[in-house]
């Protein structure tokens, strides 16, 4: 006979077999359920291909990179890792504890007013023209709005856009997601020297002109140049602006470095060359032009007839941007407007207080085996590293392309991290950008002095 607790554990057992077949079976009928379905999703919810195979960014890869081997410096994305300009963020500051509640609240959706205006009051003058601040100018969420804007407000299926390499990479993206279709060329060295600097790297004419055609309806200029520090000369300008004009092409003119531009080299607006205004869209960055890369204020400038398919695309899309940034945009504009003239201004003030970093930064790299193109704007050097190559063993990085080998290798084992430049080529010209790396010198000089420190004990390790 079986006691009661012997019968209660046997029916327990059962009925535990019993539960977990049916569970089994069950969890088997869900599991398959959940496959099918889940199968189905991923066909239905996969990312539209206009994105392509939605490979990660090279900032979305090398922040990871950082965040993992945590190297010593990081001269990778481009920003100060100083204070911007005290009365910059008192301005946001005293914004932001003011009595003025409606600075907290939406703004005029294509600019905030006293920003509009204060953009017209600085740019009028250098372009010659009066900017109409209500129709002439649009404030978008960075400049990297602004080129998606000015992009997708004209970029059509099947258009042609001229795009000139090394290249922002978010140009090729933005295109495509358009429906259009990129045309690179790509700025060449004219030799290897080793004083090379950024007016070395040149656009050849003929190839230039091949490129234009019936289909093409855009150009994108950077000048000055991310990631080279090309300032491009007026006779340069001349024969883009000449080209665009004879196949009746747009001009997108990517100017977020126009502050930063070296003795004695001057920062030509295209716009303002003869017969290009009707065909130019200018974009900038309060990002770049006051060190504050974080606030994401950026701005178009061209004729309203432009100007209104950039419009379209804001509104449907940000719609507004950030009322209390823009004021305090505004309000040091003005502050900026006051001093215009004086060697504080920090217009002028900030080129003079990068060229020393620029310079102690060649002369490292210079010192410790790379080759550096001596960049005239812009705060970005890139160095030829293959006078390295058989101090670093790469074989140990899966990468495709040598310069995210080398600049992986690098960081980890020197500490310090740099940016591959292919990220900034199409596919077919990768090959152009493998021998280099990016280095960023918007950066404390004991940063600097670090990288230096830290070159010269890889070297003497090697
Ligand atoms: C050439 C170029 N264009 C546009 C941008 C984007 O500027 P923002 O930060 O204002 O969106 C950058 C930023 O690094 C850049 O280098």
């Known amino acids: 006979m079986f006691s009661w ?41 996969k990312l539209p291909s206009r994105y392509g195979t939605g490979e990660k960014s090279v900032w979305v890869e090398y922040i990871q990179l950082a965040a993992e081997y945590k190297p010593a410096v990081n001269l990778g994305q481009g920003f100060p890792d100083y204070p ?31 920003l509009v205006q204060n953009l017209s009051k600085v740019y009028s003058p ?59 060329i790509a700025l060449k060295p004219k030799s290897n020297s080793d004083n090379m600097t950024s007016a070395d790297w040149v656009l050849d004419e003929e190839e230039l002109t091949s490129l234009f055609n019936e289909k093409t309806k855009m150009l994108i200029l950077n000048t000055p140049h991310n990631p080279l520090g090309k300032v491009f000369t007026r006779a340069e300008l001349e024969v883009i602006a000449n080209l665009c ?42 990002g770049k032009t006051f060190s504050v890369t974080g606030w994401k204020i950026g701005w178009a400038y061209a004729p309203a007839n432009l100007m209104r398919n950039l419009q379209v695309v804001h509104q449907n899309c940000v719609y507004t941007c950030s009322t209390p940034i823009q004021e305090a945009v505004a309000r040091s504009f003005e502050y900026e407007l006051e001093r215009y003239n004086t060697p504080e201004c920090y217009f002028f003030s900030i080129a003079r207080e990068l060229m020393p970093k620029r310079d102690y930064l060649v002369k490292t790299l210079r010192e410790n085996g790379f080759n550096p193109t001596i960049p005239e704007g812009g ?59 990016r280095f960023c010198f918007i950066k404390k000089d004991e940063n600097l002095q670090l990288t230096d420190k830290l070159l010269r004990e890889w070297n003497a390790k090697k």
């Open 5 to 45: 607790g012997q019968f209660r554990r046997v029916v327990g057992t059962v009925t535990e077999v019993r539960t977990s077949v049916i569970s089994q079976l069950q969890l088997r009928k869900i599991a398959s359920d959940q496959l099918r379905y889940s199968s189905s999703m991923a066909d239905k919810f």
């Open 379 to 437: 705060y970005f050097v890139v160095a030829d590293w293959t006078n390295l190559a058989d101090k670093i063993d790469l074989s140990s990085e899966p990468d495709k392309y040598k310069d995210y080998k080398f600049t992986k290798k690098f960081a980890k084992e020197a500490g310090v991290l740099t940016i591959p430049p292919t990220a900034f080529y199409s596919e077919a010209h990768k090959h152009l950008g493998e021998n280099y790396a």
């Open 84 to 114: 911007p300009p005290g009365h910059v963020t008192k301005a946001l500051a005293e914004i932001a504890t003011g009595d003025n509640p409606l600075l907290n609240q939406y703004t005029r959706g294509f600019g905030h007013p006293r």
């Open 245 to 286: 004009k004879k196949h009746n092409v747009l001009c997108i003119s990517d100017e977020v470095y126009e502050w930063m531009v070296y003795e004695p080299q001057k920062h030509i607006r295209i716009a303002t060359l003869p017969g290009m205004w009707n065909r130019t869209i200018t974009v900038g960055s309060a």
């Open 126 to 184: 250098l372009i010659g023209r009066e900017l109409d601040p209500f129709n002439e100018i649009l404030v978008t969420s960075g400049a990297y709005e602004a080129l998606f804007s000015a992009i997708l407000g004209h970029v059509d299926t099947g258009d042609e856009v001229i795009v000139i390499e090394p290249f922002f990479d978010c140009y090729d993206y933005m295109i495509t997601s358009a429906g259009g279709v990129s045309k690179f």
